[in-house]
């Protein structure tokens, strides 16, 4: 694609034979007009993007100085030629210091002329090229960031209130908007996920991989850039669709239909996709995740695409009851609380004692449904062997009673407990660990994934342990310990912002930056500038 030159001089032959003489074609450039004066060729700068300006300097209503002083003032992002009949140093130097890329005399050297424009288009060009790309890494490192809030928001993890400084700015008018939610998983008790069962930690954390990528992939390649994809857990994905015009529910389904068919068509394994009904905010986010996961367990036959909404989900009085003490005793397991473990079991067994046969009958599929996902859960947390793991499997692809559901339950209370002995001793040892290496690393980017890979447990039961210990995320914790040191280094050295700026993992200065206001309401050079003056 050519760019564009505008040609400004008050001598009009003097710009017939610039778009005459000057071989334009050759040079990538199409001349997109011509001005007889600054204020002119300023109108046409404001009107359309041009990336070249030949300039006489003396022209009446506005000279040529003054147009480039104006071109710079209002940040016009053109390069700028000056043409002059007076060879006088004063000019020069101004020119100069308004950023002029070469100052020639008239009559003009054509010759010469084409020799320095091609110099500077082809400069100007390599750095257009630099620039998108380290705007495409900004881009990437800003999607990056928004599924990790995306992720502890979808969790319950995060405050979305206005004094979470997290989501101010940018984050605060992306989690405004609406979003389309899709959840699509593994149907980890069917016949075809037994491979998946079998698969070694290894072979599983490169599939799940694979399939994220295959996601984005075929988000971008669609031309949706406000899609997010987050892998919740082993064999679960949430996908959030940004809907700017709105997308509604077939729009979602749609989108569910062709990622699932991207996912079998790559990595050889069928997912099935639940579908939030409406269109929600950021902070009804975390209620439909659990809505759509909890319809999916609960549907006794999954169809591929499934719609939910509120209504659908909601259970009889007495199965709201037991899914409620089933989340009580996944939590007290999580927490290696075998107290609370044995407490909630005996309150669902009143509950299941309590019920005809018809009505345990009905709460079967559901206690069932209880138990796959707690089997996940507690693989998440390492807390399952891989025999211990495969002999659960096995109990769960037969049908049995509620005893035998029951007594499962018990074989993971014992399995966490063996592994959790003095739990708390072991999850405070393992946070200590994990705060030391984030001291150590702060220097540089560093993901929940590799520190979670660091003490020896998975992404989803480090970002919940983490949280329980330090009150806040990772992503808040890590930007929070980041910006005090920023703060020192500012108010105690005279280390260049750039260097502050990579010394506490900010590759790009312009992140830093933003990132900095919004911690603290100053621009690094401002607050640096407040702390000198104060002496403190």
């Known amino acids: 694609m050519n760019g564009k030159v505008l040609l400004v001089d008050d001598e009009p032959h003097i710009t017939r034979n610039l778009e005459k003489v000057v071989p334009w ?43 480039v002083r104006r071109i710079r003032e209002q940040e016009i992002g053109c390069e700028v030629i000056m043409l002059s009949g007076y060879q006088d140093f004063a000019y020069t130097r101004k020119a100069i210091q308004y950023g002029v890329k070469d100052y020639m005399l008239k009559p003009i050297p054509y010759d010469e002329l084409t020799g320095v424009i091609a110099r500077i288009m082809s400069s100007r060009r390599a750095l257009l090229k630099q620039q998108q790309e380290e705007q495409h890494k900004l881009n990437k490192m800003f999607d990056l960031i928004n599924e990790k809030l995306l992720y502890d928001i979808l969790m319950d993890y995060s405050d979305l209130t206005a004094s979470s400084w997290l989501y101010a700015g940018d984050e605060q008018q ?122 999916m367990m609960l549907s006794p036959k999954l169809e591929q695409v499934t719609v939910y909404s509120p209504d659908e989900s909601k259970l009889s009085g007495a199965g709201q009851a037991i899914w409620d003490i089933s989340e009580l005793v996944t939590d007290a397991l999580k927490r290696g609380d075998a107290a609370g473990v044995d407490r909630e079991l005996t309150h669902l ?138 703060k020192r280094l500012l108010a105690e050295t005279q280390t260049s912002i750039t260097q502050i700026a990579k010394e506490v993992g900010y590759a790009e200065r312009r992140y830093f930056t933003k990132v900095f206001m919004k911690y603290t309401g100053d621009n690094p050079s401002d607050y640096r500038s407040k702390h000198l003056e104060s002496g403190s």
């Open 174 to 295: 992306r989690l405004l908007r609406p979003y389309a939610l899709i959840v699509l998983d593994v149907d980890v008790g069917s016949e075809a996920a037994k491979d998946w069962r079998n698969w070694g930690d290894k072979e599983r954390k490169l599939w799940n991989f694979a399939v994220c990528n295959v996601l984005r992939d075929k988000l971008k390649s669609n031309g949706l850039e406000t899609g997010s994809v987050i892998q919740m857990r082993d064999g679960e994905w949430c996908v959030l669709i940004a809907c700017e015009e709105g997308l509604g529910s077939c729009g979602a389904i749609q989108w569910a239909e062709q990622l699932l068919a991207a996912v079998s068509a790559h990595v050889k394994l069928s997912l099935y996709a639940g579908v939030y009904r409406d269109e929600i905010g950021a902070n009804q986010l975390a209620a439909a995740y659990k809505q759509i996961q909890l319809g």
């Open 349 to 486: 067994m009143g509950h299941l004692n309590n019920m005809s046969e018809l009505s345990q009958g009905r709460i079967m599929p559901m206690l069932h449904y209880f138990v796959l996902n707690l089997v996940r859960e507690m693989k998440e947390m390492g807390a399952l062997p891989k025999e211990q793991e495969d002999s659960l499997w096995v109990k769960l692809d037969h049908r049995f009673g509620v005893k035998d559901l029951l007594a499962v339950i018990r074989q993971l209370q014992s399995a966490v407990g063996e592994r959790s002995q003095d739990k708390k001793k072991q999850s405070e040892r393992v946070m200590g660990e994990a705060r030391i290496f984030l001291e150590r690393n702060l220097y540089r980017d560093i993901s929940v994934e590799e520190a979670a890979s660091f003490v020896g447990l998975s992404a989803s039961y480090f970002s919940l342990l983490f949280k329980q210990t330090f009150g806040v995320t990772f992503i808040e914790y890590v930007t929070r310990e980041r910006m005090e040191k920023a």
């Open 25 to 67: 074609d050759l040079l990538g450039l199409t001349v997109a007009g011509t001005a007889k004066n600054g204020l002119e060729a300023l109108e046409k700068l404001e009107a359309e993007p041009i990336d070249l300006v030949l300039c006489d300097i003396r022209m009446p209503m506005m000279d040529g100085l003054e147009l």
